[in-house]
């Protein structure tokens, strides 16, 4: 019994490892334990394969001829307890990682308020020293948060409207995003803050997979915390957010928490207009995201939104997240080529519906008083079959990543440069845009406009308790010191 236990344990463990290489190329790493508890984030094709694996793996080492004997069962006791390198201790290690995580939360939740405190400041941006060229004033405002798209993908050939789109307008190299994944980047990017907490973890505290009642206090730890449509509704906006989702997914129910005046969500489109997400062959259940709004559908439904909201005549700010890019799935619509490269029919796809919104916009009387930003929830996903298919090198999950800025007959093809800094900056930059400078904050970063504003914070992207410095376009992993770690922890930890 002994011997058996021994060899499933250490089964497992392999099985375990074997399965995370083919989903991710890595052993298990912190990262991939957070987002394991949703299949959409690694594709449906790689959970069978890595299932099948580690069926395998198990039977394979539970069945084994090989007899270890009784003291062959205590000298696998060292590895299976984890010999540094090992298969069993690098499973162990983003175990041991995540659970100080999830204690390191606890402990310095309380330490958070008192560092909130000391980083508000009266006013979001300095008028001396402003690069802005937009001439300020209260425009609509629309951003787009597409789902995982470094900036290495954005070519004249795959993504030809939003390259055209870059060079009718201000656009960013050196912008980084400041945190992974979407729960977190969402968010963040909408308080200019940081968030411990992910959507997905391996003992289910993730916000994607706790009670809406648990995610929404979760939420009110950091109620101090500056949001974007609390400064715009104080300004006359009406605040607005779309999401692909359901309105009943822990996503709309976090986005709920921001103080939107509306969510629009899948529930918003009718279900006989839904493009049909591709189903694998034999399978007759919905998979995956197949249940979320595709790039054409959300674009669809931002459409006719802003239409309506433009009658109003009252000025609003509408934040949009498309999901098609996602890791693991391909377009049910465009395909780019022979159609063989997910990876290229979905940003293919995504370009080809953003194409189709732009041209209506730039038709219509709304472009006339609204600028329209372009970015992203974060990086994509450093996958095998991502960084093959663009020929890019093993990088983290850290990139990158595009912020474009567009009014009509204003703005010109203008590069700059943000040498490092981060998605922290978004939020007090679209204050700069509108003019909106009074305002009692917690943001953490500065407008991109501001040559006097200084952060501590915009060129650190945090994921839980991984960091990584970014420098033009250069990213480092770092382990900060334990002075500089303790504020960002607190910080962090209130920020949810």
């Given amino acids: ?26 052993v298990l790493s912190p990262l991939t334990l957070e987002n394991l508890g949703h299949p959409a984030v690694i594709g449906g094709f790689n959970m069978i394969k890595s299932g099948l694996i580690e069926i395998s793996s198990i039977l394979l080492v ?20 984890g010999v540094k390198h090992a298969a069993s201790y690098e499973f162990f290690k983003p175990i041991v990682f995540i659970s100080r995580e999830k204690i390191l939360v606890w402990e310095l939740s309380y330490k958070g308020k008192k560092e909130v405190f000391k980083i508000q400041h009266k006013f979001i941006y300095n008028v001396d020293k402003n690069t802005n060229p937009i001439k300020r004033k209260h425009y609509n405002v629309i951003v787009i948060f597409t789902e995982g798209t470094s900036l290495s993908v954005i070519s004249p050939e795959l993504t030809p409207n939003i390259w055209g789109l870059m060079h009718n307008s201000l656009h960013y190299t050196g912008y980084f995003n400041h945190t992974a994944a979407t729960f977190r980047g969402l968010r963040g990017q909408n308080t200019s803050f940081y968030q411990m907490t992910g959507g997905y973890d391996p003992n289910s ?19 101090e915390i500056t949001k ?36 629009f969500t899948l529930e918003d489109v009718d279900a006989n207009a839904r493009t049909k997400w591709p189903m694998p062959p034999g399978m007759a259940v919905k998979w995956l995201t197949n249940n979320d709004l595709t790039d054409g559908d959300s674009y669809r439904l931002l459409w006719k939104n802003i239409q309506k909201l433009h009658e109003t005549g009252n000025p609003f700010y509408y934040g949009m997240y498309t999901v098609g890019t996602h890791v693991g799935l391909n377009s049910p619509e465009f395909k780019y080529g022979d159609g063989r490269n997910a990876y290229l029919n979905k940003f293919y796809n995504m370009d080809q519906q953003f194409g189709a919104f732009l041209r209506r916009f730039n038709d219509s009387p709304i472009a006339d008083d609204t600028i329209l930003i372009f970015t992203v929830d974060h990086a994509t996903y450093p996958e095998p079959n991502f960084l093959q298919t663009f020929g890019l090198k093993d990088r983290y999950f850290v990139d990158q990543v595009p912020l474009i800025i567009y009014k009509k007959n204003t703005t010109t093809d203008l590069q700059i440069d943000a040498s490092g800094r981060n998605s922290l900056d978004i939020a007090p930059t679209i204050m700069d845009l509108v003019g909106i400078r009074d305002f009692r904050t917690t943001f953490l970063g500065c407008s991109l406009f501001d040559e006097i504003c200084h952060s501590d914070f915009d060129h650190l992207s945090a994921l839980g308790l991984e960091y990584y410095k970014t420098d033009r376009d250069v990213v480092t992993p770092v382990q900060l010191p334990t002075s500089i770690r303790s504020v960002v922890q607190s910080i962090q930890a209130y920020g949810g």
Wanted: hydrophobic share 50%.
């Fill in 1 to 26: 019994m002994l011997k058996n236990l021994t060899r499933f344990v250490y089964g497992f463990i392999l099985a375990t490892q074997l399965s995370s290489i083919a989903i991710s190329g890595n």
């Fill in 62 to 81: 539970f069945l084994s001829e090989i007899n270890v004997g009784f003291y062959g069962v205590f000298l696998a006791i060292p590895i299976l307890l």
């Fill in 205 to 223: 505290m993730g916000l994607a997979q706790v009670s809406h009642k648990a995610l929404i206090e979760k939420m009110k730890s950091g109620k």
């Fill in 228 to 263: 974007l449509p609390e400064i715009f509704k104080e300004n006359g906006y009406r605040t607005f957010f779309q999401v692909a989702c359901s309105i009943n997914d822990n996503l709309s129910q976090m986005m709920g928490t921001m103080g939107f005046d509306r969510l």
